[in-house]
C-alpha cells in the first residue's frame, strides 16, 4: 500500500521499518521523508532501482537507500526481465542486484544486460552467494561493489551516500 502523503514518489509503508521501530520513530521517519520529497523539486535525486525477490529484504533495502538524502527508489522487481524493462524505464543512476532470484534465475543476466544496453549506471551487488568466484565474475561483468547480505548490507547506504555526494 502506498504512502499518500508523499506527492512526488509514494513509497511503499516498510514492513522491517514498522517491525524495527516503535511506531512514533516510524510516524517521525515518514514525516521528514515527505517533508524533504515534497520540499524542493529542483534538488537532483539519485535513483535507485532494486532487483531482489524476497519483499521483506527489498523492504530494509528501499529503506536504508531512502536514509539518505537526495535519494528515491524509482522501481523494483524480482526476476531479471522485469528488473531489465524497470531499468530501462526508469533511468537510475544506480541498481543494487541480488544475485538468487525468483525461479532459479539469477542477477548476473541483470549485470550483462546494464554491460551491454546501460554501462553509466552503477551496479551494486548485495547476495548471500559471495564465493570468491561469484563475486569476481560480478565485478568482471562491471559491479561497482559486491557485498554479502549477511555481514556488509549496511555498506549499501554508503555506496548510494557516496554516488550522492558526486
Excluded at 7 to 18: D, E, G, I, S, V
Excluded at 76 to 92: K, N, R, V
Aim: hydrophobic residues 45%.
Amino acid at each position: 500500500m502506498a504512502d499518500a502523503r508523499c506527492q512526488r514518489y509514494p513509497t511503499p509503508r516498510h514492513k522491517c521499518a514498522q517491525q524495527l521501530r516503535p511506531a512514533l520513530i516510524f510516524n517521525a521517519w515518514a514525516f521528514r521523508h515527505t517533508r524533504f520529497m515534497n520540499s524542493n523539486p529542483s534538488i537532483p535525486a539519485v535513483k535507485v532501482f532494486l532487483v531482489e525477490d524476497h519483499a521483506t529484504i527489498r523492504d530494509c533495502i528501499a529503506e536504508l537507500v531512502c536514509s539518505v538524502a537526495g535519494t528515491q527508489v524509482v522501481g523494483t522487481a524480482d526476476e531479471p526481465d522485469g528488473a531489465c524493462a524497470g531499468i530501462s524505464l526508469t533511468q537510475p543512476d544506480m541498481v543494487v542486484v541480488d544475485l538468487q532470484l525468483k525461479s532459479g534465475t539469477s542477477g548476473l543476466a541483470v549485470l550483462r544486460w546494464l554491460r551491454e544496453h546501460a554501462p553509466g549506471i552503477a551496479a551494486i551487488v548485495l547476495s548471500n552467494s559471495m564465493y570468491p568466484q561469484m563475486k569476481e565474475a560480478c565485478l568482471k561483468l562491471g559491479a561497482r561493489l559486491v557485498l554479502d547480505k549477511s555481514s556488509e548490507a549496511l555498506q549499501v547506504r554508503d555506496a548510494v551516500r557516496e554516488l550522492a555526494r558526486g
